[in-house]
């Protein structure tokens, strides 16, 4: 079945009201969903509210449908800066995080997308756990079977730095306008 963004918005409302995190009716409404140019949304795509977004930080909940993945991707160094730091706290579900390493679980990557996800080490976090990605650190992030809510911390953030290695993938097209 090919899903939409919009036949999939339902969804990413009823995890975010699973998650019990406040929300303004505006801040909803703002509820971007992205496929990384894929056209593969019900398995690699996400559902981002930014909360803050300034100069230096970026808060935001990250929203996966369950078994979703956002695709590997590094944050590079750029303009004297040694690149993206991003933390992760699980608000619902579980969201099992990805990086460079020896992989010592089951990883369920998306079909056919083997070369493009590289990053093996599993970290899983539950409910209230919470990880840091250092910078300049392959990455990926997918939502256990039932989803996952999560707020997401980060240093400067200009998403047209990041690196995607599916040279299908046309990147994270998320305006870089300062929310506050």
Not at 133 to 151: C, D, L, R
Not at 169 to 178: L, Q
């Amino acid at each position: 079945m090919n899903y939409t963004k919009e036949s999939l918005l339902p969804l990413y409302l009823d995890l975010i009201q699973k998650a019990n995190f406040p929300l303004t009716d505006e801040e909803l409404k703002s509820l971007v969903v992205n496929d990384f140019g894929l056209d593969n949304l019900r398995e690699e795509g996400f559902g981002l509210i930014d909360l803050l977004r300034s100069e230096r930080v970026r808060v935001n909940l990250v929203v996966l449908l369950p078994n979703q993945s956002l695709p590997e991707h590094l944050h590079p160094a750029y303009e004297n800066e040694k690149g993206k730091e991003e933390t992760i706290r699980v608000l619902y579900g579980t969201t099992r995080v990805f990086i460079e390493g020896e992989p010592d679980t089951e990883i369920n990557i998306p079909k056919g997308k083997e070369r493009w996800y590289t990053a093996l080490k599993r970290i899983d976090l539950k409910v209230g756990e919470q990880f840091t990605v250092p910078a300049q650190v392959k990455h990926w992030f997918q939502a256990g079977e039932t989803g996952s809510v999560n707020i997401a911390f980060q240093n400067r953030v200009n998403e047209s730095h990041n690196v995607f290695y599916d040279p299908a993938s046309d990147g994270c097209k998320i305006s870089n306008e300062n929310k506050y």
